[in-house]
């Protein structure tokens, strides 16, 4: 047997009359199935363009291949009353939502957690970065970008590598741009130590008319690439990188990580913008994981045609790039647009105002095979559905882990609650001081949340709120959400559980929820008790989008999460599904902020808690301890909830709200008094005997469906007949004001300046 690095070049005559030739897919993420697959689709052996080609398309993070048998329940469930708001739905680049008055808003979460493990700056700037292309090839302009992070314990010696990496990645790339960041969540967790989690997502806004899709069409359509050069950065980066457990900490496979420039992306941007309105593109797509070989075929696979390209004609960085290595590289900030020959001289005119190099590098055929040719030699002759769409498909086996029952079975009612107030004090300051709850303005100052004027609400209200029209006030709400501690004691309920959190903190705000996006973070397919909670959360996932009404419009699958033995309870990350929901409100003026200004407000309870205490922050605080089963989800009392939320802040009834969630109702309250510094006095006995619990309980339980709302004098018996009206329980608590302390009656007082001190100091302890 001879190796292919012995026959230059390999082209695809060469393999057809060589196949004797030893090509090295198993280095490339190939298993032997695979590659035998592939020698029965082209009737011979693979050239070394061709192998790298499907090496990075039929890696798991882009073909999906163990989750696209799942991820199908999310079509099959979604309704003709779900899609009413649809413009694009799955399968495009992001989904498009029509929110009115000629409007749409595209939106899209994604991962890139295993480069942002092996070198955090630009693993995350360029998480933010491949975001936000993808929502400028459907046409739009980007206006915010949210993350969801999760790292190591927080006293982990590598801990503070990856945050401070991570950080300054994703404010370093954001704020270069000029997006604001208008929300997300940062958490700490020993499952996360060997993999972080760096989920990003962009908000972008374009009128119905503007929208673009990913397709090649129309014989003779010249195939361009403008942007950044190519250059060896990101061969097979997070295609490959995102499709294998690490081993001991650190990949087996380390190719290099991506490097981004956001200054290339702003002009990138702007370019784009005038080319779409200047109509001289048919087709568009980024170039993200797998480079210029997921850009060519699944511009080809989607359009009527096929496609030809001269490899030679790419624009390198660095001249000594082999074929495949140009095929994989996931160089950043460069886009591929399919343009009609009379229109070819207006786009170079335009890429040309804004500096932004470009090369004509192929044309659409009618052929129906992708064709790439380098210096002359015909080097990729393949069917382009084959790479892009038709990769293999795994029914993995799962299992519910034999863990499980025992997890389950150790809820925390064993564990003792506070005796006294003095205890019941200082408990509560524990859980405030906590990494998780502790104030993240030591991230979130990092990044620029008002820049473009249009930030009506961002971190930490419930939800980021942007304007999209000026002069009416139209606008939108985003909040993500995910509970890795709920959904490792209960995968389809944990999943639930985040989008329920999701939906209520946009309805907070006053907006209707729309649509959602999700990216799930989860361990190795190939490990039966991580596919199970996979399984699992997507059909938990589909199940309540269904109930709310809500279409999943797209989104991401992170697997491969884990650094341990498979089939222990701490061989991966607590499963993560981020859910990302949107809502549209008529007048972003009208948006309700988390927190009450003003004294003399009545602070009002919505919803009932339960002793619900199993995967609560106060059980992992207090007693380190993780067991029992999630809070119930009722999706019916969260539509019902929402419905009071939104007419309150539509009509002026609310003057505060802030759902209740991770550190049950006594978070809740510290959040609202610290928002603007006022205080509050609470007489919870009367709703705690309600509910048939004790004090404790109702402090920190974390039932859903449930918020606080603070109203000024004259509005009470408004809210009161909302929550009538659609059967929601209400209590009133208390009212804001008087000394700057948080006081419950017959237990504690706590000073808002011990609160802070407890709240803010965390971070900066840690990261200084």
Known sequence: ??????????????????????????????????????????????????????????????????????????????????????????????????????????????????????????????????????????????????????????????????????????????????????????????????????????????????????????????????????????????????SETFTGGVPTKRPSVQVGDPFMEKVLIECCLELFAAGVVEGIQDLGAAGISCATSELASNGDGGMHVDLEKVLLRDPTLTAGEILMSESQERMMAVVRPEKLEELLAITARWDVETAVIGEVTGTGRLTIDHHGHRIVDVDPRTVAHEGPVYDRPYARPAWQDELNADGAARLPRPATPEELRAQLLALVA???????????????????????????????????????????????????????LDPYTGARQALAEAYRNVATVGARPLAVTDCLNFGSPEDPAAMWQFVQAVTGLADACQELGVPVTGGNVSLYNGTGEPGRIDSAINPTPVVGVLGVLDDVHRATASGWTEAGAAVYLLGATAEELDGSVWADVVHHHLGGLPPKVDLAAEKALAEVLIAAAADGTAHAAHDVAAGGLAQTLVDAALRFGVGARLDLGEVAARDGIDLATLLFAESGARAVVAVLPGHEERLKALAAEHGVPLARIGTTGGDPALTVEGAFTVPLAELREASEATLPRYFG
């Open 1 to 242: 047997m001879t190796s292919v690095a012995e026959q230059q070049p390999d082209t695809v005559s060469r393999a057809a009359s060589t196949p004797e030739v030893e090509l090295p897919y198993r280095e490339l993420g190939l298993k032997d199935d695979e590659y035998a697959r592939i020698v029965d689709i082209l009737g011979r052996r693979p050239t070394a363009a061709e192998l790298a080609m499907y090496s990075v398309m039929w890696s798991e993070h882009c073909s999906y291949k163990s989750s696209k048998k799942h991820l199908g329940q999310f079509g099959r469930k979604t309704t003709d009353a779900m899609r009413e708001h649809l413009l694009v739905g799955i399968g495009e680049n992001a989904g498009v939502v029509d929110i009115g008055q000629g409007w749409a808003v595209t939106f899209k979460v994604e991962s890139h957690n295993h480069p942002s493990y092996v070198e955090p700056y630009q693993g995350a700037a360029t998480g933010v970065g491949g975001i936000v292309r993808d929502i400028i090839s459907m046409g739009a302009r980007p206006v915010a970008v949210m993350d969801q992070l999760r790292f190591g314990a927080v006293d982990h010696p590598d801990t503070a590598r990856v945050v401070h990496g991570v950080v300054a990645g994703v404010g370093g790339y954001g704020n270069c741009l000029g997006l604001p960041n208008i929300g997300g969540e940062t958490e700490f967790d020993p499952s996360y130590q060997g993999n972080p989690l760096v989920n990003a997502l962009c908000l972008g806004v374009l009128r119905h008319e503007d929208i673009h899709l990913a397709n090649a069409s129309g014989a003779g359509n010249k195939v361009v690439l403008f942007g950044a050069r190519t250059g060896g950065d990101g061969i097979g980066g997070a295609s490959i990188l995102a």
């Open 434 to 488: 906590s990494p998780n709850l502790a104030s993240k303005s030591w991230v979130t100052d990092q990044y620029d949340r008002y820049v473009q004027g249009n930030t009506a609400l961002a971190q930490p209200d419930d939800a980021g709120v942007v304007r999209v029209d000026e002069a009416t006030g139209l606008g939108v709400a985003l909040s993500t959400d995910a509970n890795g501690r709920f959904t490792k």
